[in-house]
């Protein structure tokens, strides 16, 4: 990654933290664009380069769908060959990556309190866990050969995203917490689900 796109990144987390700080502090309703602009140090016009509302930057980025290069791995069988495994890698990425884990450990830490103290933003978030179940649902059906409005995709990947918001709160973003912790949540809550719908032993 080059020196200028590290900057934008650094920017738009610089805003997503100003934003959710500011929030945290007065409330929803009583923070401005301008406001977090300024907390961020940068202009009101180089905010809106980056976010359309306030809502828009305390949603953050994650969950996001799935890059294109991560999605035509999984969707051609990869990277392992084992099913569950590799949507958890999907999933994985989609949460978060190696690097992210370490940089937006406190922005996440921030969001989970702001979804629990301005429910208004929920609508904004269960929309975006939408728009990832359906880029799973069509990314299971190509790599399993079914058609995107057959039920078995469908249903796989309402699963899937189930299994992320379930994740999401039970990660403590702790300063110890890695990537191989996000995939054994991740790991340890499909086999609940499992072990939930598994016929029953005669």
């Known amino acids: 990654m080059g020196l200028r796109e590290r900057k934008k990144q650094a920017t738009r987390r610089a805003l997503q933290e100003a934003a959710a700080r500011l929030t945290l502090e007065r409330g929803l309703e009583h923070v401005t664009v301008e406001e977090i602009a300024a907390e961020a140090d940068v202009s009101t016009r180089t905010f809106f380069n980056y976010f359309a509302t306030k809502e828009e930057a305390l949603l953050g980025d994650v969950p996001s769908a799935p890059d294109e290069e991560a999605r035509r791995i999984f969707a051609e069988g990869g990277p392992t ?6 949507l958890i890698t999907l999933l994985t990425a989609s949460l978060i990556s190696a690097e992210g884990l370490a940089a ?11 979804m629990e ?6 609508p904004g978030m269960l929309a975006r866990f939408h728009n990832m179940e359906q880029e799973l649902s069509r990314a299971v ?6 058609s995107p409005e057959d039920a078995r995709p469908q249903l796989v990947a309402a699963t899937a ?4 918001r379930h994740t999401v709160k039970c990660l403590h973003f702790a300063e110890g917490e890695g990537v191989a912790d996000v995939r ?3 790991r340890d ?5 499992g072990d939930a ?3 029953p032993n005669d």
């Open 104 to 114: 937006h450990r406190e922005a996440m830490r921030l969001r989970k309190q702001l």
């Open 117 to 122: 103290r301005e429910p208004q933003l929920l």
């Open 141 to 146: 059906a190509e790599r399993t050969g079914a």
């Open 184 to 186: 054994a949540v991740l």
């Open 197 to 199: 719908y598994s016929p």
């Open 189 to 193: 809550a499909f086999r609940h689900v």
């Open 161 to 164: 995203m189930a299994v992320t």
């Open 81 to 86: 060959g084992g099913f569950v495994d590799d």
